[in-house]
């Protein structure tokens, strides 16, 4: 049934929520040692007058190079984990909106009984709240944190597929609808711009190239389900 669908779809945004806050707490600052460190201090000034010679030194200690990141088991394991935490939420991501869009108008027609019409305008404000909430998270630039758009939009996101499985009626069905394309349109630039705080630069690069097809295949997958 439809409600059974959205049911099924709230649980999965859960589930996101979940899986968003285990890879914030699970990601070391050991998982970042692609980026550069800051520069080494300048060493002390030596003055230089006609005719001065500077007095040898001694040679002092060989300088230390900084150590290598861990490579022991536990860390590979750890990186691993959090590879397949990073998978499974663009998997979910990308089912949770194509799955919803999908499913909208069914929905709406079935259990609400909307015509043909409506239907097809609450969905079309649904794919447009979408757009509109990437293009006004781009807008704000810098006044919007990459995780507070990724927390905000999950949470809004929950929220508005709980008033769609509410239905309590077709105008606040149609409005949650809205509500939840807007807060959908955030979270996946934002996930993709924080990959290489969860992975490290130098793993982001290719995990990147994972994610993409992981958001389109769980697209389908996750709409057949429902």
């Known amino acids: 049934s439809g409600g059974g669908g959205y049911a099924f779809l709230l649980a999965c945004q859960i589930g996101l929520t979940a899986i968003w806050i285990a890879l914030r707490r699970a990601s070391p600052d050991v998982l970042r040692h692609g980026?550069?460190?800051?520069p080494p201090p300048p060493g002390p000034d030596v003055p230089r007058t006609a005719g001065?010679?500077?007095?040898?030194?001694?040679?002092?200690?060989?300088?230390?190079?900084?150590?290598?990141?861990?490579?022991?088991?536990?860390?590979?394991?750890?990186?691993?984990?959090?590879?397949?935490?990073?998978?499974?939420?663009?998997?979910?991501y990308g089912g949770v909106e194509i799955a919803i869009g999908a499913w909208a108008a069914s929905f709406l027609r079935g259990a609400d009984h909307l015509s043909a019409t409506l239907a097809g305008i609450a969905v079309f404000g649904y794919w447009a709240s979408l757009a509109a909430g990437r293009l006004a998270t781009a807008a704000l630039g810098r006044r919007l944190t990459a995780p507070t758009a990724a927390m905000i939009g999950t949470l809004g996101a929950v929220a508005g597929t709980a008033g769609i499985l509410a239905d309590l009626t077709p105008a606040v069905t149609g409005l949650a609808l809205i509500v939840t394309g807007l807060c959908l349109g955030p979270i996946f630039p934002a996930l993709i711009h924080l990959t290489p705080d969860r992975l490290g630069a130098a793993t982001a690069v290719h995990a990147v190239g994972w994610d993409l097809p992981a958001t389109g295949g769980g697209g389908p997958g996750l709409s057949a389900l429902v």
């Open 52 to 92: 001065h010679r500077p007095r040898p030194q001694a040679p002092g200690p060989e300088p230390r190079t900084p150590a290598a990141p861990p490579t022991d088991h536990r860390h590979r394991h750890r990186h691993a984990v959090l590879i397949f935490l990073s998978l499974a939420l663009f998997v979910c």
């Open 35 to 38: 980026r550069p460190g800051p």
